[in-house]
Nanobody, 126 residues
Framework: QVQLVESGGGSVHSGGSLRLSCATS????????MGWFRQAPGKEREGVAA???????KYADSVKGRFTISDDSAKNTLYLQMSSLKPEDTAMYYC????????????????????WGQGTQVAVSS
């Protein structure tokens, strides 16, 4: 059973920074995509960033230049460094994993992911 556990959420003021972590266990797929999604109240879940096993990285336009996704395979941990946070970044953030590389815009399709964490809340005040 693959497990994903997020941490690092919290409350910050506009312009602040946070680093989210996603610890993974029993994830042994050779080809995969790991992603971060977020869901604000009353809104649909949206893709924020993703990284494939081949090193390809994608970002949503709304976070380009502010967020950085990375992974540490030795620690089996996925990260999302968030800087210059805005109130509109407020949401529950989820870590997700797919058992295959996702091409094109599929990285942002939540239904392409097999495994999900429980989420970590991020709140940005103005």
């Amino acid at each position: 059973q693959v497990q994903l556990v997020e941490s690092g959420g919290g409350s910050v003021h506009s312009g602040g920074s946070l680093r989210l972590s996603c610890a993974t266990s029993r994830y042994t797929y050779v080809s995969y995509c790991m992603g971060w999604f977020r869901q604000a109240p009353g809104k649909e879940r949206e893709g924020v960033a993703a990284i494939d096993s081949d090193g390809s990285i994608k970002y949503a336009d709304s976070v380009k230049g502010r967020f950085t996704i990375s992974d540490d395979s030795a620690k089996n941990t996925l990260y999302l460094q968030m800087s210059s946070l805005k109130p509109e970044d407020t949401a529950m953030y989820y870590c997700a994993a797919s058992d295959h590389v996702l091409l094109g815009a599929n990285w942002g399709n939540q239904y392409e992911y097999n495994y999900w964490g429980q989420g970590t809340q991020v709140a940005v005040s103005s």
